[in-house]
């Protein structure tokens, strides 16, 4: 097994060297300010053992980075005698432990034996998450959230009949996939799923798209066409955006629905048709009603069976399923190897409101495993309208540099450096503190500076 050793002297590589080459390890060495992100690339370095400065921020800031880097490689960090506090602040920036100087050697073989077992039951784990996560896909949807739960039993229970269903919820909540899922689970899957974007259509091509039109009907129709209707008989068509059809259309829709019949744009004959009727939209039809702008009629002819979709806010749990759900798909589709996402970048996904809904997180999947050139994802591949998210994150995730300052004492740096930034005027500074000028004044005095 490799490991890199990051040290600031080769005669600390030496050191090590000497203990663990005779135990079967193969050490490579960096320093700190050589590129060792290009060694593990070269090498799959797994285990990385990083030596300890007197600089222990700029230390985690580079197991942060490392961390990010990889969330998955082991490291194990050696320096001189810490506080336990400083112990604890390493292991929640990543490492696996931190070794005392003088290093005993029994330490050192014991803690790479456990990270070996640890790394084995980690590739186990995977090969059992990707089973797992087998179990949530639902006719191409997928989801642990139990609402969503509720929509696919919905979904299976509708598929045996032939009702009129709508679909509401959100755009990019994923409605066009129901109405397939519920024409696929049906009876009529070796037939047509006829689909029509109302929102594409132009309102005086609506009722030729629809129902077709007989030759010389209207000026430029030299041969007959038949229309979407005709196309799905005997399977189903898929309305999408039904709100959006013209009131005029709607009265011909609605006999459609109740005669399963109707009468091409300039001809004689009534054709009988046999065709389940998916509706979706992502506004409220009941609103629309009140308008005046949807019929009454119509709205309880589609409207047998309701099924809801939620926003991805709502389902949040989802968003890591989904999240590796799309990494495969678009690893395959491009021939990439993302390994999968990092620790800060994951908690930026969860932090954004998503107004786009599932499409827009399987977008900013594809659209990262493209451009991705390390083996994560992580917070500098997202887009730049996460920046307000990531600057948060960033913060969050730095080291805090003044445990070893009082709280009187932090205070006055905060205001020196307040100073500072406002070129000493008394009045901006007490802007910037949240303060009055004589507040400030006070503080400045209890504090003993100068004013």
């Given at each position: 097994?490799?490991?890199?050793?990051?040290?600031?002297?080769?005669?600390?590589?030496?050191?090590?060297?000497?203990?663990?080459?005779?135990?079967?390890?193969?050490?490579?060495?960096?320093?700190?300010?050589?590129?060792?992100?290009?060694?593990?690339?070269?090498?799959?370095?797994?285990?990385?053992?990083?030596?300890?400065?007197?600089?222990?921020?700029?230390?985690?800031?580079?197991?942060?980075?490392?961390?990010?880097?990889?969330?998955?490689?082991?490291?194990?960090?050696?320096?001189?005698?810490?506080?336990?506090?400083?112990?604890?602040?390493?292991?929640?920036?990543?490492?696996?432990?931190?070794?005392?100087?003088?290093?005993?050697?029994?330490?050192?073989?014991?803690?790479?034996?456990?990270?070996?077992?640890?790394?084995?039951?980690?590739?186990?784990?995977?090969?059992?998450?990707?089973?797992?996560?087998?179990?949530?896909?639902?006719?191409?949807?997928?989801?642990?959230?139990?609402?969503?739960?509720?929509?696919?039993?919905?979904?299976?229970?509708l598929a045996r009949y032939s009702t009129s269903v709508l679909i509401t919820?959100?755009?990019?909540?994923?409605?066009?996939?129901?109405?397939?899922?519920?024409?696929?689970?049906?009876?009529?899957?070796?037939?047509?799923?006829?689909?029509?974007?109302?929102?594409?259509?132009?309102?005086?091509?609506?009722?030729?798209?629809?129902?077709?039109?007989?030759?010389?009907?209207?000026?430029?129709?030299?041969?007959?066409?038949?229309?979407?209707?005709?196309?799905?008989?005997?399977?189903?068509?898929?309305?999408?955006?039904?709100?959006?059809?013209?009131?005029?259309?709607?009265?011909?829709?609605?006999?459609?629905?109740?005669?399963?019949?109707?009468?091409?744009?300039?001809?004689?004959?009534?054709?009988?048709?046999?065709?389940?009727?998916?509706?979706?939209?992502?506004?409220?039809?009941?609103?629309?009603?009140?308008?005046?702008?949807?019929?009454?009629?119509?709205?309880?002819?589609?409207?047998?069976?309701?099924?809801?979709?939620?926003?991805?806010?709502?389902?949040?749990?989802?968003?890591?399923?989904?999240?590796?759900?799309?990494?495969?798909?678009?690893?395959?589709?491009?021939?990439?190897?993302?390994?999968?996402?990092?620790?800060?970048?994951?908690?930026?996904?969860?932090?954004?409101?998503?107004?786009?809904?599932?499409?827009?997180?399987?977008?900013?999947?594809?659209?990262?495993?493209?451009?991705?050139?390390?083996?994560?994802?992580?917070?500098?591949?997202?887009?730049?309208?996460?920046?307000?998210?990531?600057?948060?994150?960033?913060?969050?995730?730095?080291?805090?540099?003044?445990?070893?300052?009082?709280?009187?004492?932090?205070?006055?740096?905060?205001?020196?450096?307040?100073?500072?930034?406002?070129?000493?005027?008394?009045k901006k500074s007490a802007g910037m503190l949240g303060l009055t000028r004589?507040?400030?004044?006070?503080?400045?005095?209890?504090?003993?500076?100068?004013?």
């Amino acid at each position: 097994m490799q490991i890199l050793i990051i040290a600031e002297k080769y005669e600390e590589f030496s050191a090590l060297e000497q203990i663990l080459a005779p135990k079967g390890y193969t050490l490579l060495y960096s320093s700190k300010k050589e590129d060792f992100y290009l060694i593990i690339r070269k090498h799959g370095i797994r285990i990385i053992i990083l030596q300890a400065t007197k600089e222990e921020t700029e230390d985690f800031i580079m197991l942060r980075d490392i961390k990010n880097f990889d969330p998955l490689l082991e490291i194990i960090i050696i320096g001189p005698p810490i506080p336990s506090l400083k112990l604890i602040e390493a292991i929640n920036f990543g490492a696996n432990d931190y070794l005392e100087e003088p290093l005993k050697e029994a330490a050192i073989l014991s803690l790479l034996g456990k990270i070996k077992e640890k790394m084995l039951l980690r590739k186990e784990t995977f090969q059992l998450e990707k089973r797992l996560r087998e179990k949530y896909i639902f006719e191409g949807m997928v989801s642990r959230n139990y609402y969503m739960f509720e929509v696919f039993s919905l979904i299976e229970r509708l598929a045996r009949y032939s009702t009129s269903v709508l679909i509401t919820g959100p755009t990019g909540t994923g409605k066009e996939m129901v109405a397939r899922a519920i024409h696929n689970l049906s009876q009529r899957r070796d037939k047509k799923l006829i689909v029509c974007d109302c929102t594409a259509v132009p309102e005086s091509l609506f009722e030729s798209e629809l129902f077709g039109f007989e030759k010389g009907a209207f000026t430029g129709a030299e041969k007959s066409k038949a229309g979407l209707f005709s196309e799905a008989d005997k399977g189903t068509i898929f309305l999408d955006e039904i709100g959006e059809v013209p009131i005029s259309i709607q009265t011909k829709l609605l006999r459609v629905l109740e005669e399963h019949q109707f009468r091409p744009l300039g001809s004689n004959q009534m054709i009988q048709i046999d065709v389940r009727v998916i509706c979706a939209s992502n506004k409220d039809l009941r609103e629309k009603i009140k308008t005046g702008t949807f019929r009454e009629d119509l709205f309880h002819r589609i409207n047998v069976a309701e099924i809801r979709l939620p926003p991805l806010m709502e389902r949040k749990e989802d968003i890591h399923l989904l999240c590796s759900y799309f990494l495969d798909r678009y690893n395959e589709r491009f021939k990439k190897n993302i390994r999968g996402i990092s620790q800060r970048a994951k908690k930026v996904l969860m932090k954004y409101d998503w107004p786009g809904n599932v499409r827009e997180l399987e977008n900013l999947i594809q659209r990262t495993v493209m451009l991705c050139r390390e083996q994560f994802i992580d917070i500098k591949d997202l887009p730049e309208n996460f920046l307000k998210y990531q600057e948060r994150e960033e913060a969050e995730s730095l080291p805090y540099p003044f445990t070893h300052l009082s709280l009187e004492e932090i205070e006055k740096k905060h205001i020196l450096e307040i100073l500072r930034a406002a070129n000493y005027n008394k009045k901006k500074s007490a802007g910037m503190l949240g303060l009055t000028r004589q507040a400030l004044y006070r503080r400045l005095k209890k504090l003993n500076l100068p004013f």
